[in-house]
């Protein structure tokens, strides 16, 4: 595991709480945590734990309401955010892999892993090009002019994660991604998010509690009552 | 990457069945409008096409079309006599109904002085207008009758000479043209059992008022209803006469009504076709209210389907302008495809349709502009809808 250079994420004393008063909702107490290049990390915990509220800050999608978050050395949050084009930003810097893989049911595969490259700017030519070497690295370039719905949920989710590291973004987030695959296929997708981030230097942060995967992460984050701890590294969490 | 254009191509069959159902709805849309527009024309065809200035009728009576008028035959001579009238001519119009080419049809006989006389048929497409004062007609196209065809009409055959194209009465009806005497013929015809029937209640009346079965025999003529009335004289003045001047002359001297082809034309629009307008109208309002309505159901409609897609998308980053496009652009798409279809296929309709149906290029474009507004509102909604719905939808399973 390479985890040189300073951290892909820096989560310092982030807090989401809903509501006010006596009804305050502490969804999220004090967090603090950082992510290196590289780094394949999970985040663990029942639902209700604070999970979502976690990510979903992240990815800058909800607003914490305190802490401070810095994604690839930009200080984007600071008991607010710093100003910055949020959706912007997370199209340049973040790629996000889903669950239910939540590829755009009208693009084939290629198509899909060439818009969020066209997003960003790159002609659809190049744009074209790119999305068929990614597609060859995740070894499913044979399925490129494939629509979704005649992937099977593995291809589906090779797919996914092509479009998320599309811009070779510093940060890759993943909401429960082997939560719809078979062991086998889950452990295929694992292995390849272990890939990319050592040979890409990303960081991958899963949401997961999918137990059977734990072992494959290098740190392994616990998440109970909005409390966040680290347990240990992701084998010795497994057991 | 045009995301719409993807989309579309993807789901082509739904898109065209989609355009097809839409397009079916603004083809009704626009044959109403046709309908509307033709129900006017129709209605005041006959006005505009007889070439004469005034319209002398019955007094007190808004005639010929719209109230029956009866005046005497020869009151167009007073009528001609009149100063600043260049010609009077006799005029009848009433409807019929007869077994015409096998089936039975309406239709509105125009009688008219053949010999010069105004009231006669402009539009003749085929042969020629009635030259003999008797037993020859001109007919629209519309009855399905061929020159030459010989038509009884009344007691009497009548041959075709002359066929006209759109000459319609105020109902959409075709017009049969013939010489006054034979139109005056078919108008008062009957029965020859009617007609002893009325002449032997004539006579008993006679006997009961103590006149003689001989002195009663010479009484009858003058009891028979007349028959040699006319509904209007038509009158074509002379060049620089005043139509007021002239109108009030007949008015005050030989107290008839008079109206302008303007003024009869009014009394047309505001009297016999108001109410029928009025319900076209009425129902074309309903049906484009109707038809936006639906096109707005669609366009949310294809936008909801895609409402994880767009969450997907708002998460990954793009833009708000690729969610926007996305969604007007099937909105448009559909609107514009489903009118070119509408305009493709009342073209088709039209020559089939039963009635007239008149499309004004100003109205199309103006229906046209009203659905494509409707889609761009509609499209707003669902735009205002996408943008709305939180990027977090695309999580979880």
């Given at each position: 595991?390479?985890?040189?250079?300073?951290?892909?994420?820096?989560v310092?004393?982030?807090?989401?709480t809903?509501?006010?008063?006596?009804?305050?909702?502490?969804a999220?107490?004090?967090?603090?945590?950082?992510?290196?290049?590289?780094?394949?990390?999970?985040?663990?915990?029942?639902?209700?734990s604070?999970?979502?509220?976690?990510?979903?800050?992240?990815?800058?999608?909800?607003?914490?309401?305190?802490?401070?978050?810095?994604?690839?050395g930009?200080?984007?949050?600071?008991?607010?955010?710093?100003g910055?084009?949020?959706?912007?930003?997370?199209?340049?810097?973040?790629?996000?892999?889903?669950?239910?893989?939540?590829?755009?049911?009208?693009?084939?595969?290629?198509?899909?892993?060439?818009?969020?490259?066209?997003?960003?700017?790159?002609?659809?030519?190049?744009?074209?090009?790119?999305?068929?070497?990614?597609?060859?690295?995740?070894?499913?370039?044979?399925?490129?002019?494939?629509?979704?719905?005649?992937?099977?949920?593995?291809?589906?989710?090779?797919?996914?994660?092509?479009?998320?590291l599309?811009?070779?973004?510093?940060?890759?987030?993943?909401?429960?991604?082997?939560?719809?695959?078979?062991?086998?296929?889950?452990?295929?997708?694992?292995?390849?998010?272990?890939?990319?981030?050592?040979?890409?230097?990303?960081?991958?942060?899963?949401?997961?509690?999918?137990?059977?995967?734990?072992?494959?992460?290098?740190?392994?984050?616990?998440?109970?009552?909005?409390?966040?701890?680290?347990?240990?590294?992701?084998?010795?969490?497994?057991? | 990457?045009?995301?719409?254009?993807?989309?579309?191509?993807?789901?082509?069959?739904?898109?065209?069945?989609?355009?097809?159902?839409?397009?079916?709805?603004?083809?009704?849309?626009?044959?109403?409008?046709?309908?509307?527009?033709?129900?006017?024309?129709?209605?005041?065809?006959?006005?505009?096409?007889?070439?004469?200035?005034?319209?002398?009728?019955?007094?007190?009576?808004g005639?010929?079309?719209?109230?029956?008028s009866?005046?005497?035959?020869?009151?167009?001579?007073?009528?001609?006599?009149?100063?600043?009238?260049?010609?009077?001519?006799?005029?009848?119009?009433?409807?019929?109904?007869?077994?015409?080419?096998?089936?039975?049809?309406?239709?509105?006989?125009?009688?008219?002085?053949?010999?010069?006389?105004?009231?006669?048929?402009?539009?003749?497409?085929?042969?020629?207008?009635?030259?003999?004062?008797?037993?020859?007609?001109?007919?629209?196209?519309?009855?399905?009758?061929?020159?030459?065809?010989?038509v009884?009409?009344?007691?009497?055959?009548?041959?075709?000479?002359?066929?006209?194209?759109?000459?319609?009465?105020?109902?959409?009806?075709?017009?049969?043209?013939?010489?006054?005497?034979?139109?005056?013929?078919?108008?008062?015809?009957?029965?020859?059992?009617?007609?002893?029937?009325?002449?032997?209640?004539?006579?008993?009346?006679?006997?009961?008022?103590?006149?003689?079965?001989?002195?009663?025999?010479?009484?009858?003529?003058?009891?028979?209803?007349?028959?040699?009335?006319v509904?209007?004289?038509l009158?074509?003045?002379?060049?620089?006469?005043?139509?007021?001047?002239?109108?009030?002359?007949?008015?005050?001297?030989?107290?008839?009504?008079?109206?302008?082809?303007?003024?009869?034309?009014?009394?047309?629009?505001?009297?016999?076709?108001r109410?029928?307008?009025?319900?076209l109208?009425?129902?074309r309002?309903?049906?484009?209210?109707?038809?936006?309505?639906?096109?707005?159901?669609?366009?949310?409609?294809?936008?909801?389907?895609?409402?994880?897609?767009?969450?997907?998308?708002?998460?990954?980053?793009?833009?708000n302008?690729?969610?926007?496009?996305l969604?007007?652009?099937?909105?448009?798409?559909?609107?514009?495809?489903?009118?070119?279809?509408a305009?493709?296929?009342t073209?088709?309709?039209?020559?089939?349709?039963?009635?007239?149906?008149?499309?004004?290029?100003?109205?199309?474009?103006?229906?046209?502009?009203?659905?494509?507004?409707?889609?761009?509102?509609?499209?707003?909604?669902?735009?205002?809808?996408?943008?709305?719905?939180?990027?977090?939808?695309?999580?979880?399973?």
């Amino acid at each position: 595991m390479d985890r040189d250079g300073a951290p892909v994420l820096v989560v310092e004393g982030v807090a989401k709480t809903f509501g006010a008063g006596e009804l305050a909702v502490h969804a999220l107490k004090p967090a603090t945590f950082s992510v290196a290049p590289g780094e394949l990390a999970a985040l663990l915990g029942p639902s209700g734990s604070g999970k979502s509220t976690l990510l979903l800050s992240i990815s800058l999608i909800l607003e914490p309401s305190a802490g401070r978050i810095a994604v690839n050395g930009q200080e984007v949050y600071r008991d607010g955010w710093t100003g910055i084009d949020v959706r912007r930003f997370r199209r340049e810097n973040i790629g996000f892999i889903f669950q239910s893989h939540n590829l755009i049911p009208f693009l084939t595969a290629q198509e899909n892993v060439a818009l969020m490259l066209q997003l960003n700017g790159i002609g659809a030519r190049e744009a074209t090009r790119r999305a068929r070497e990614i597609l060859d690295y995740l070894e499913i370039g044979h399925r490129a002019g494939a629509l979704p719905a005649n992937l099977s949920g593995g291809e589906q989710q090779r797919v996914a994660i092509g479009r998320a590291l599309a811009n070779s973004p510093p940060l890759i987030l993943a909401d429960e991604p082997t939560a719809a695959l078979d062991t086998d296929r889950g452990t295929k997708v694992m292995g390849l998010l272990r890939k990319i981030a050592r040979e890409r230097r990303s960081a991958v942060i899963a949401v997961t509690h999918d137990r059977r995967m734990i072992e494959g992460f290098d740190t392994v984050y616990y998440l109970e009552d909005g409390r966040l701890s680290r347990t240990s590294q992701g084998a010795a969490a497994a057991h | 990457m045009d995301l719409a254009v993807k989309d579309i191509r993807r789901h082509l069959g739904k898109f065209v069945a989609t355009i097809v159902g839409v397009g079916l709805l603004l083809t009704i849309v626009l044959v109403m409008n046709g309908i509307y527009q033709g129900n006017i024309a129709d209605g005041v065809w006959l006005i505009e096409n007889t070439a004469t200035d005034l319209w002398v009728v019955e007094r007190g009576r808004g005639g010929p079309f719209n109230e029956s008028s009866r005046i005497p035959a020869d009151a167009h001579k007073s009528v001609a006599a009149t100063p600043g009238v260049a010609q009077a001519s006799p005029f009848v119009a009433y409807a019929a109904q007869r077994e015409l080419g096998g089936a039975s049809q309406q239709f509105t006989i125009i009688g008219y002085d053949v010999f010069g006389g105004l009231g006669g048929p402009g539009r003749i497409v085929q042969g020629r207008a009635i030259r003999a004062a008797h037993y020859e007609m001109v007919a629209d196209a519309k009855l399905g009758l061929a020159l030459g065809e010989r038509v009884q009409l009344g007691r009497n055959v009548h041959t075709v000479v002359g066929i006209t194209r759109e000459a319609v009465d105020s109902g959409g009806n075709p017009l049969v043209y013939l010489s006054l005497p034979d139109a005056q013929d078919v108008q008062y015809e009957q029965d020859n059992r009617a007609r002893e029937a009325a002449r032997a209640a004539s006579l008993k009346k006679l006997e009961r008022a103590g006149y003689t079965a001989e002195q009663a025999a010479k009484l009858l003529p003058l009891l028979a209803a007349a028959t040699d009335n006319v509904n209007a004289v038509l009158v074509k003045l002379a060049p620089g006469a005043d139509p007021a001047a002239v109108s009030r002359h007949v008015q005050d001297w030989l107290h008839f009504n008079v109206y302008t082809t303007a003024e009869e034309r009014s009394l047309m629009l505001e009297g016999r076709l108001r109410r029928m307008s009025g319900v076209l109208g009425l129902f074309r309002s309903l049906l484009v209210v109707v038809s936006i309505v639906i096109i707005a159901l669609i366009v949310y409609v294809l936008t909801i389907e895609k409402i994880k897609s767009i969450a997907t998308l708002k998460l990954i980053g793009a833009p708000n302008r690729v969610i926007v496009r996305l969604i007007m652009e099937q909105s448009l798409a559909l609107t514009v495809a489903s009118f070119a279809f509408a305009y493709l296929l009342t073209g088709v309709v039209e020559p089939r349709f039963p009635r007239t149906l008149l499309f004004l290029p100003q109205e199309t474009a103006a229906t046209f502009g009203v659905m494509l507004a409707g889609g761009v509102v509609a499209s707003l909604m669902a735009i205002w809808h996408a943008l709305r719905t939180p990027p977090q939808l695309a999580l979880g399973g």
